[in-house]
């Protein structure tokens, strides 16, 4: 006899975190098309989101890049932090082509919410 797999739904705390990771993830990629073909110093991003009034951490834009990093929406160079451990000190990030193809919604994510 195979298990059934039960499908739990979310704690509220839980769908709120992940809504808001999936509109951080979307307003960094759609910064990041704004100014392609560069690519964004990571501390002028995080002020750009700052001031757009994401309340958003070095970390939480660290984890945000990597997961697009994982998907290959953008790639980006990195450093080692002596601040956050166990993460990476982003230094320059950029758009690919398939996240601006994302970006275009010429395909979708549904870990990703574009404004």
């Given amino acids: ?11 509220p705390r839980q769908a709120q975190a992940a809504a808001r990771a999936r509109r951080l993830r ?7 098309a704004e100014e392609t073909p ?7 991003l995080l002020g750009v989101l700052e001031r757009l009034h994401y309340d958003v951490t070095a970390r939480e834009l ?13 790639e ?18 950029g758009i690919t082509a398939q996240g601006a193809d994302l970006v275009d919604a010429t395909c979708d994510d549904p870990g990703v919410d574009l404004p």
């Avoid at 560069?38 to 002028?44: F, H, T, Y």
């Avoid at 660290?62 to 953008?74: F, H, K, M, P």
């Fill in 76 to 93: 980006y160079e990195e450093l080692r932090s002596r601040e956050l451990p166990g993460l990476p000190r982003l230094v320059r990030v």
């Fill in 62 to 74: 660290a984890a945000a890049v990597a997961y697009l990093g994982s998907r290959g929406y953008v």
């Fill in 26 to 32: 979307g307003a960094v990629l759609s910064l990041l």
């Fill in 38 to 44: 560069e690519r964004l110093n990571a501390d002028v």
């Fill in 1 to 11: 006899m195979g298990k059934s797999k039960i499908k739990r739904e979310p704690n």
